[in-house]
Each structure stands twice: as structure tokens, then as C-alpha cells.
């Protein structure tokens, strides 16, 4: 006779960590008998069983020292990294026959430690929260780099197999406690705890586990109430609360499942986690290229203002006409201001802490740096303009000497906003390819404006001499020397406080590297032999 299978039953629990299924199994018989097939929780498990098989295939009770036997096995399994479940049958879930337990290995993807220690690096806490069980999530955390001490972590060398082997290697040296559990915090300690007080409570912890979708929500809120800004990574249905209720849900392109996919405010077309890295890199720059920006176009604008302002308290008569200044309009607000947006950022902003949502951009370190750099552009301009004016007329002459210096200071102030923190010499000539392009264009626009016989007709200039533009060259050099000033006998009132973050002043602290590498060079740093002793005593005495 054929044998006929239906499954019949299903019984699944969150809260016990078990999922059982009942077949009817029927061969040639009309007993109807009913077999149930359980998985879950080693510990959970455990408890639903009366009986384990052994090696001949025969069933004996379980006894309470075979359970602590299984446990210790199960722990073993999971300090190693692997996720561990418990299998079990029986005729019915009250008479459960345990059947062993399994360890399945999801390693941690290629490049997450490297960007784990690079988001750490650059002021970002990075947590995790996971229903492994608590000796499995330990050995993710720091296998991935969440867990273990800074320095540690900078010196292991080699890929995530290197990483792999040093961790077993590590693994009988160290207790539990050792091994990160205090910073660790199960979904039934999260439960006991009043959600008043679960913002204060989770402070220093980062791995949580034996966690449900509630105490991933729970979490985010706790986090929010901190002023964090929250980003959740996640693929699962169950990550779909806590990907909505983020600032930032982050899914997976790839992986991830519709649910997940369509909560989440990101989708990761590549599923790799090192992106999150480069778009928070990315978002840093644009940040304070705008900043940057914003400082050579308000400079240029109060100097435009307070120069016409000057000429008409004064009754002097206006030192540009209507045409020359439509054209500082188009060359200042055109390609180079837009060129700074593109600007390669500072690796010391890179390494600063996250800012806060509500940092104003226009700070009065930016303010008091724009009114400076307008202050000396006025000057400069209207003492060219008063030697040029000996007759009290004006002529196209002393129109293009004043047309020229403003000009040419504004392009030397667009160079020095290109950081709010070097000075123009610590600056790489070639490292902004566009800003090389907009500024050598907006030059040979105003050398053709000057010389070229057609256009000085429309803007009413004429022809300078090479004196002229040496003298011109020469004043209008001290915005560079103004910017020096500021930047470097002046910097607590003028350049914008980049506060690093723990981890990058570690690693300052540290000592001299050998090899000085990019916030997003995720290669590894080197340290001498000393350097790694006097770390691993360090660690030793901390333990």
C-alpha cells in the first residue's frame, strides 16, 4: 500500500521558542495514528520532552543531568558562533521524544567587520538585536567587531577568515562575562524592565537577544527619547515595526523580503552593508560642503550690498555699472560656488561625532568668517576705486581697475572656502577637479570681458596694463593671508568645532601609525609589536 501524509496542526510560540507540526500517517493501517515533529529553542525544547533516542535508534527517559548535558553542548555550538536548534517527535506534544540538536553557520557577510569598525570609528553606535540565543549573538557581535575593546580590533589583520580563526583561538580563554555579556540584554530583561525606564537602562548595551519584533520597537522609541537618530537595518517580515518606526529603515535590495522592502525608507540594491558606511561618509561631506558654500556666497553677497551701500551714504558715485555687476552675479553664483558642493571632504570631518538633527547650518563661526572676507573685499575694492577717482570723474578705466579687484578677490575667497579648517596652503591644488575648471573658466570669461573689443562695448571697459593686473594680483593676495589668520591663530572664532568621536581620539592617541589611511580605506591600520602588548594588557587588566 502507498504510505499518505497530511499535515494537520501547527503550533508556534514566540514566547516558548517552539514550532511543532502534527502529519497523519496512515501505511496500510486505519489506526489514524498522528506523529508530531517539534524544532525551537534547545532549552525550550528540552522542557516539552520526556524521552531521547539513543545510538541504537530505542528510546530512554531523559533524565536532568541528560538535559544539562544537552544544554552544554548547545552552548558550546553557540559560542562558536553557530545557530543551534532542538528537534523532537512524538505522537503528541505532550509525549516528545528528543531527537538532537543541529548547529547552522550564517556568517557574517564580506566587508561588515571592516565596516562595523569603520562606522564605530566615525562616532556611530552600532547595536545589535537578534533572536539568537544569547551565547550565538555574543560570538556574532564580536566576531562583526560590535563587541571587543578598540584595540583589539585594530589588530587583527587579514579578512573575516583570519578574523574567523583568531576567534576560535580565543574562545577557551575567556569566560562568559569576558566575553561581552554585560553588555548584553535578553527580550525577558527588556520585558522586566518599565518602558519609563528603558531609556536609561539600555545605555552601554549592544546586543540584545532572545528578542521579538516588540522589543525591536521598544527599542528604536527608547533610543528616540535619547535624541538618537535611529537607523534600522533589516530583511525579515518581523524587522517591518522597527523599520517603520526608525528615522531611517534600511532593507535589503536583494534578500529582503516585500514586507520589509516596502517599511523601509532605503533599499540596499547590493545588500552590502559596508554602503551604509560610504552614504553616511557621503552625507557628512554634503553637509559641510553646503556650510562651505553658503560661506563664499554670503561673503560675496555683503560685500556686493556694503559696497553699494558705502557709495550711496557717501554720495559717492556707484563704483560698477548695472552690466558688471549682472556678470559678478552669473561667474560668483554660477561654477565656482556650485564646484565647493563637490569638494573632497576633510578627513576630520569624517571622524567627528554624528551632529545633531537640529544644527543650525549658518553657525556664528561661519557668519563671523563671511563678514571678514566682505569686510577686506570692500576695502580693497573702494581703495582701488578712490586712487582711481584723483578727478572726481569716472571713467572706464577706473570702472574696470575696481571691476577687476572685486573679482579677483572674490576667486581667491571661493578658494579659501573650500575648508573651513586648512589653511590655502595645507590645500591640494588638484584634488577638486571642478572647482580647477569653474575657476579657470570664470578667468578666462573676465580676461575677455577686459580685452576682447566686442564685449568691452557691452560692460564698458577697456584694456588693463600688466602693471595694473600685478598691482591688482598683489592686493587682492591678502585674502589669502586674512584666511591664514584666521585659521590658524584664530580658529576658536572662526572655523566650525569638529568634535572627534571616542574611537577616532583613541586612535590618535595611540601612537604613530605606520601607514596613515582614509576614513574610508577599510584596510587595516599597523602598530608596532609594543604597541599590540601594551593593548593586550590593557584588555587583560580591564577583564
Not at 501524509?5 to 514566547?15: L, P
Not at 533572536?131 to 555574543?138: N, Q, R, V
Not at 589588530?155 to 562575562?177: A, K, P
Request: hydrophobic residues 45%; proline residues 3%.
Amino acid at each position: 500500500t502507498e504510505s499518505k501524509k497530511s499535515m494537520f496542526g501547527r503550533r508556534s510560540s514566540s514566547n516558548s521558542g517552539v514550532t511543532g507540526t502534527g502529519v497523519s500517517n496512515s501505511a496500510g493501517s486505519n489506526d489514524g495514528s498522528s506523529l508530531y515533529f517539534v524544532k525551537g529553542m534547545p532549552e525550550a525544547v528540552l522542557g516539552e520532552c520526556l524521552s531521547h533516542v539513543t545510538k541504537d535508534g530505542s528510546s530512554s527517559a531523559l533524565t536532568e543531568d541528560g538535559k544539562l548535558d544537552v544544554l552544554a553542548q548547545s552552548r558550546r555550538m553557540a559560542a562558536s558562533g553557530l545557530r543551534v536548534l532542538a528537534m523532537a517527535y512524538g505522537p503528541s506534544l505532550d509525549q516528545l521524544t528528543f531527537a538532537g540538536v543541529i548547529g547552522m553557520e550564517d556568517p557574517v557577510r564580506v566587508g561588515v567587520t571592516d565596516a562595523v569598525r569603520q562606522l564605530r570609528r566615525g562616532g556611530v553606535k552600532v547595536l545589535m538585536v537578534t533572536g539568537d540565543s544569547k551565547e550565538t549573538a555574543l560570538a556574532i557581535a564580536r566576531r562583526c567587531g560590535i563587541l571587543g575593546s578598540d584595540y583589539e580590533e585594530e589588530e587583527i589583520h587579514g579578512s573575516d577568515d583570519t578574523l574567523m580563526e583568531n576567534f576560535h583561538h580565543s574562545q577557551g580563554q575567556f569566560s562568559d562575562i569576558e566575553f561581552g555579556a554585560a553588555f548584553a540584554l535578553s527580550g525577558d530583561e527588556i520585558d522586566a524592565i518599565p518602558s519609563s525606564n528603558l531609556a536609561d537602562s539600555i545605555i552601554g548595551i549592544r546586543v540584545f537577544y532572545r528578542v521579538v519584533p516588540k522589543h525591536k520597537l521598544a527599542l528604536v522609541r527608547a533610543l528616540q527619547q535619547h535624541g538618537e537618530i535611529v537607523a534600522v537595518t533589516g530583511d525579515g517580515v518581523n524587522d517591518a515595526l522597527s523599520l517603520k518606526g526608525a528615522d531611517i529603515g534600511i532593507s535589503m535590495g536583494r534578500s529582503g523580503t516585500d514586507v520589509a522592502k516596502e517599511a523601509s525608507d532605503i533599499v540596499l540594491a547590493d545588500d552590502d552593508f559596508s554602503t551604509i558606511t560610504l552614504a553616511i561618509a557621503e552625507g557628512k561631506g554634503i553637509f559641510f560642503n553646503i556650510r562651505n558654500f553658503l560661506a563664499f556666497q554670503l561673503s560675496t553677497s555683503f560685500a556686493a550690498l556694503t559696497m553699494a551701500g558705502v557709495a550711496t551714504a557717501f554720495g559717492l558715485p556707484s563704483p560698477l555699472n548695472a552690466m558688471q555687476i549682472l556678470w559678478i552675479n552669473i561667474i560668483m553664483d554660477g561654477p565656482p560656488a556650485q564646484s565647493l558642493g563637490v569638494e573632497p571632504v576633510d578627513e576630520k570631518i569624517l571622524k567627528a561625532k554624528p551632529r545633531k538633527a537640529d544644527d543650525p547650518i549658518v553657525t556664528r563661526a561661519l557668519l563671523a568668517r563671511c563678514i571678514t572676507s566682505a569686510a577686506l573685499i570692500v576695502f580693497l575694492t573702494l581703495k582701488v576705486f578712490a586712487n582711481e577717482l584723483d578727478d572726481g570723474k569716472v571713467t572706464r578705466r577706473d570702472t574696470t581697475m575696481t571691476f577687476m579687484m572685486f573679482v579677483n578677490c572674490d576667486l581667491l575667497n571661493a578658494y579659501c572656502c573650500r575648508s573651513s579648517e586648512r589653511a590655502f596652503y595645507e590645500l591640494n591644488l588638484f584634488s577638486n577637479q571642478a572647482f580647477l575648471w569653474a575657476v579657470g573658466g570664470s578667468v578666462i570669461g573676465q580676461l575677455l570681458v577686459i580685452y576682447f573689443a566686442p564685449l568691452q562695448e557691452v560692460f564698458q571697459t577697456e584694456a588693463l596694463t600688466g602693471s595694473d593686473m600685478v598691482y591688482i594680483v598683489f592686493l587682492s593676495s591678502s585674502m589669502l593671508w586674512l584666511d591664514t589668520l584666521r585659521k590658524k591663530f584664530f580658529s576658536s572664532w572662526f572655523s566650525d568645532v569638529y568634535h572627534a568621536s571616542p574611537r577616532a581620539k583613541k586612535d590618535d592617541d595611540a601612537g604613530k601609525m605606520t601607514k596613515v589611511r582614509s576614513w574610508l580605506n577599510f584596510r587595516q591600520l599597523d602598530r608596532s609589536t609594543n604597541k599590540k602588548a601594551k593593548a593586550r594588557s590593557r584588555n587583560m587588566l580591564a577583564l
